[in-house]
């Protein structure tokens, strides 16, 4: 798989609204899913969001479940992540992967995943 490519992030004060994209170079595979994480400053990665891309099937972190929506378009090769009623706690690098659709559910960030590089989301008035 090649690697994905993350758009859509900036600075947006609380309260405020983001989508971000994630362009992979073929999307429509059977048995896989889209993961979505994040990193912020001084912290771990986390597992926030994944999609199955054959079922639709939706995953989200407590931390986010309410406020982000993960959708996808299996015809551009696109996943979305639309986020809502951000908080400066959502300040963070924004990532995506493909991921077997087995642990789409686990939002584990697996290494053996091919991450792309990450896009900036500020939240800050």
């Known amino acids: 798989q090649a690697q994905p490519v993350e758009s859509g992030g900036g600075l947006v004060q609380p309260g405020g609204s983001l989508r971000l994209s994630c362009a992979a170079s073929k999307l429509a595979e059977d048995s896989y899913g889209i993961e979505w994480s994040r990193q912020a400053p001084g912290k771990g990665r986390e597992g926030i969001s994944c999609?199955?891309?054959?079922?639709?099937?939706?995953y989200y972190a407590d931390s986010v479940k309410g406020r982000f929506t993960i959708s996808r378009d299996n015809a551009q090769n696109t996943a979305f992540l639309q986020m809502n009623s951000l908080t400066p706690g959502d300040t963070a690098v924004y990532y995506c992967a493909m991921v077997p659709s087995r642990v789409c559910h686990v939002l584990g960030v697996p290494a053996y995943a091919e991450w792309g590089q990450g896009t900036q989301v500020t939240v800050s008035s």
């Open positions: 999609i199955g891309i054959t079922d639709g099937t939706t």
